[in-house]
């Protein structure tokens, strides 16, 4: 059995690099749901990877069987890990409703780390980023944060109400914001 802690927040509120520094420290592995789609496109023969770049382009949300196989190869692949650290998954119902029906009995989900952080602010560290991302302008970025608030926060949203959110806000130095989320693990080791 897997287990995963779920890392959601508006794009930009910097998922990949608490997640970085988690797996440096913590002992958990880094699987980022956008860098795995991001490979799957490059691959040479991938049958995806038009589809994927549409996706990436328009700010939508790949279908679930792409992006839970790319995520469960990876986590099968991986050597021993205290756990996984699913970033940037699930975005949206359909990426929920694939995962249960997938990974249930293979997965066990310990909470989900929710950076939250003013959309302003997640849109000009996106602007600012310098990797040439493909979706890092203005237009894309725009209908990123359309889906997040249209379909990823009601998923943040879901989770709440079952009592697994942990929120760290991000709008602050990653020093501030990784003191806060090894507080967060050291208490879910405690349960
Ligand atoms: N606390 C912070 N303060 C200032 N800049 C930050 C902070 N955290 C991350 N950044 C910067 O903001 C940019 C986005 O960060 P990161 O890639 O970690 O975000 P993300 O949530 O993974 O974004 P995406 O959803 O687009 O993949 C990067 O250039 C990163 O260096
Ligand atoms: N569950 C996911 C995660 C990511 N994508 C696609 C669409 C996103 O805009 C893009 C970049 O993700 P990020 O690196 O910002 O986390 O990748 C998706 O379709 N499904
Ligand atoms: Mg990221």
């Not at 209908?143 to 109400?161: A, C, D, G, L, S």
């Not at 009592?163 to 003191?179: P, Q």
Request: some cysteine.
């Amino acid at each position: 059995m897997h287990n995963v802690v779920f890392v959601l927040g508006p794009p930009g509120s910097g998922k990949g690099t608490i997640c970085a520094k988690i797996q440096e420290n913590l002992g958990y592995v880094h699987l980022s749901a956008g860098d795995l789609l991001r490979a799957e496109r490059q691959r040479e023969g991938s049958e995806f990877g038009a589809l994927i770049e549409q996706h990436i382009r328009n700010g939508s949300i790949v279908p679930v069987e792409i992006t839970c196989a790319l995520l469960e190869n990876a986590m099968n692949n991986s050597g021993d890990a205290k756990g996984f650290l699913v970033d940037g998954f699930p975005r949206n119902e359909d990426n929920l409703q694939g995962w249960n029906k997938q990974m249930t009995g293979k997965a066990l989900v310990q909470f989900v780390l929710f950076l939250s952080c003013p959309v302003p602010i997640c849109i000009q560290r996106c602007l600012n980023r310098g990797q040439g991302r493909t979706d890092d302008n203005e237009e894309s970025l725009k209908k990123r944060v359309e889906t997040y608030n249209r379909q990823t926060f009601p998923i943040i949203e879901h989770f709440e109400k079952n009592g697994l959110v942990r929120e760290v806000k991000s709008e602050r130095s990653v020093e501030e914001i990784y003191a806060d989320v090894v507080e967060v693990f050291n208490q879910a080791a405690k349960v």
